[in-house]
């Protein structure tokens, strides 16, 4: 048998690799509890609220999304905090969200999905919804349950209500809507937008139900969001940064419209409400290259009938639908803007 001798300094160098270690595994634990001991804390005057309704955001003609972000945002203000609502997530764990305390309140009509020992549910809003928190936070769960059950008695109940949950319809202008100047929800930032922007109410009233159907929770495959459609970039540079907020969007949405109409008009351009909507969906360089397309062809840039043809001339040359999606934007648009015009301004 062959014995090999260990020298001294051999052994002290892995009992100090050894020490190293077993350091670095502590303080990585130790890290590890702190990041979970803090991991749901968020300002004591903040409500974070879920809205977990993915089953309801395609309905058309009731707007359950809008009405629990309305509600939630009133439940918050009668608490005296302010309340930061979203969207539930394709990969959130919702129970684990309010026992951990990341989410105080989780909006859903699909209960099955949360019922469980864990959590408290609230006395259904309208048989529409319930309300879920956790257990481990029996304060919230108590004066939720009682400000629920007193919302039956608010004075404005009904009108809230209404607003959301009547049946309406925004393709046309019914008996009821011709009476009322009524065309969504968001009617009263849609009027506050425009006199803000410079445009007609019932305009910009067209060009936000094209854009996402009165659906705060809308969002496209490119990125767009909201009842305006901003893109994330357009969103954060006009200081967007609650996406569901029906006031701040569609206020963003109709300054960006107006800076976009202001920057046609300088080019002397007929049509420029036209040009401008073709714009806000196609983007200002793909205008540029539509008007410098249509004077290549010996067309008039400036008119958006010329413009118009040769976008559609465009698409079909590089067998694409870009640029006949932005004119069939426009015309619906339009054609909508002219079926609210029966409104009164």
């Known amino acids: 048998m062959i014995k090999v001798a260990i020298k001294p300094p051999v052994v002290r160098f892995y009992c100090i690799l ?19 001991s803090g991991r749901g804390s968020h300002p004591s005057d903040t409500l974070v609220c879920i809205l977990a309704m993915p089953e309801l955001q395609y309905m058309s003609d009731e707007l359950y999304i809008g009405y629990c972000y309305d509600l939630m945002k009133a439940y918050a203000a009668d608490r005296g905090k302010t309340a930061s609502v979203r969207l539930a997530g394709r990969k959130d764990n919702l129970r684990n969200l309010l026992l951990d305390g ?7 009509a699909a209960p099955k999905v949360l019922k469980g020992d864990s959590l408290c549910s609230s006395t259904p809003l309208d048989n529409l919804f319930l309300c879920f928190t956790g257990k481990n ?26 607003r959301y949950l009547r049946p309406f319809n925004p393709r046309g202008t019914d008996t009821l809507a011709r009476s009322e100047g009524y065309i969504c929800p968001y009617d009263r930032f849609i009027r506050n937008a425009a006199d803000v922007s410079g445009f007609d109410w019932r305009f910009l009233a067209a060009m936000l139900y094209q854009e996402s159907r009165f659906h705060i929770e809308a969002a496209s495959f490119s990125g767009a969001v909201g009842l305006s459609q901003l893109m994330p970039s357009t969103a954060a540079a006009m200081g967007i940064t609650d996406r569901l907020d029906p006031e701040s969007n569609i206020m963003a949405g109709a300054l960006y419209l107006r800076k976009i109409y202001q920057r046609i008009r300088r080019t002397r351009c007929n049509d420029c409400l036209e040009f401008a909507l073709a714009a806000y969906n196609v983007g200002m360089g793909n205008l540029s290259n539509a008007r410098e397309h249509a004077a290549a062809k010996g ?47």
């Open 18 to 36: 050894a020490i190293v270690l077993a350091s670095g595994v502590f303080l990585l634990c130790r890290l590890f509890r702190e990041l979970e």
């Open 137 to 162: 936070n029996p304060a919230e769960s108590a004066l939720l349950e009682a400000w629920i059950r007193a919302y039956d008695f608010r004075p404005d109940r009904e009108s809230v209500r209404n």
């Open 102 to 108: 990341s989410a105080d309140i989780v909006c859903t």
């Open 299 to 345: 067309l008039d840039p400036n008119l958006w009938a010329d413009v118009r043809s040769s976008m559609i001339l465009m698409d079909k040359e590089a067998e694409s639908s870009v640029y006949t999606q932005a004119v069939l934007y426009v015309d619906s648009v339009l054609s909508f803007y002219r079926r609210y015009k029966v409104l009164p301004r």
